[in-house]
T-cell receptor
Framework: DGGITQSPKYLFRKEGQNVTLSCEQN?????MYWYRQDPGQGLRLIYY???????QKGDIAEGYSVSREKKESFPLTVTSAQKNPTAFYLC?????????????FGEGSRLTVL | SQKIEQNSEALNIQEGKTATLTCNYT??????LQWYRQDPGRGPVFLLLIRENEKEKRKERLKVTFDTTLKQSLFHITASQPADSATYLC?????????????FGKGTKLSVKP
């Protein structure tokens, strides 16, 4: 079955450490996204990518980095510069970045900073 | 900037009744609006998309309306069941943010009691 796989599902990090969240899709979608979800808040866009080797900052990109070396993969690194990294992270994909593209989401990764 | 509001954080109804969730937005009129379902600890799942020139869209027990004059979308679940209990998110195209970005509401948590 096609879909999006995020790993790990749960991750604990000490302050000052960088961590990388994995996102893989086999839907053959061009566009991929990373969102952050906090309690009581809507999903907020961190980064998105329309094609391989290209990505754009979203509304809250500070303290995060991404790469898009393969169409299937869009890993997110949460750096030590991110001041409040504890959150639920969601990866998504769509056929294109466009006016009607529904998003297909992974199951999420919950990051906790100790 | 665009704002999107979902009428309440939580809605409790009795099984068999119709649940009605509201999504209001300000500023510009989006070309489309989407609704997603999210279960606890999981990624959102796309339910319906309605375009600005469509008044109503149906899918099984779900119905969505889109009133561009009121800047409002209503999401109805008829003959509700306990299995419908989840958080429902509305999302619309965000011209003010990153190109192709969706802006999400905070969600309404629906609880259907047997």
């Amino acid at each position: 079955d096609g879909g999006i796989t995020q790993s790990p599902k749960y991750l604990f990090r000490k302050e000052g450490q960088n961590v990388t969240l994995s996102c893989e899709q086999n839907l053959n979608h061009d566009a991929m996204y990373w969102y952050r979800q906090d309690p009581g808040q809507g999903l907020r866009l961190i980064y998105y990518s329309q094609i391989v080797n290209d990505f754009q900052k979203g509304d809250i990109a500070e303290g995060y980095s991404v790469s898009r070396e393969k169409k299937e993969s869009f890993p997110l690194t949460v750096t030590s510069a991110q001041k409040n990294p504890t959150a639920f992270y969601l990866c998504a994909s769509s056929i294109v970045v466009g006016r009607t593209g529904e998003l297909f989401f992974g199951e999420g990764s919950r990051l906790t900073v100790l | 900037s665009q704002k999107i509001e979902q009428n309440s954080e939580a809605l409790n109804i009795q099984e068999g009744k119709t649940a009605t969730l509201t999504c209001n937005y300000t500023n510009y009129s989006p070309a489309y609006l989407q609704w997603y379902r999210q279960d606890p600890g999981r990624g959102p799942v796309f339910l319906l998309l309605i375009r600005e020139n469509e008044k109503e869209k149906r899918k099984e027990r779900l119905k969505v309306t889109f009133d561009t004059t009121l800047k409002q979308s209503l999401f109805h679940i008829t003959a509700s069941q306990p299995a419908d209990s989840a958080t429902y998110l509305c999302a619309l195209e965000n011209y003010g943010g990153s190109q192709g970005n969706l802006i999400f509401g905070k969600g309404t948590k629906l609880s259907v009691k047997p």
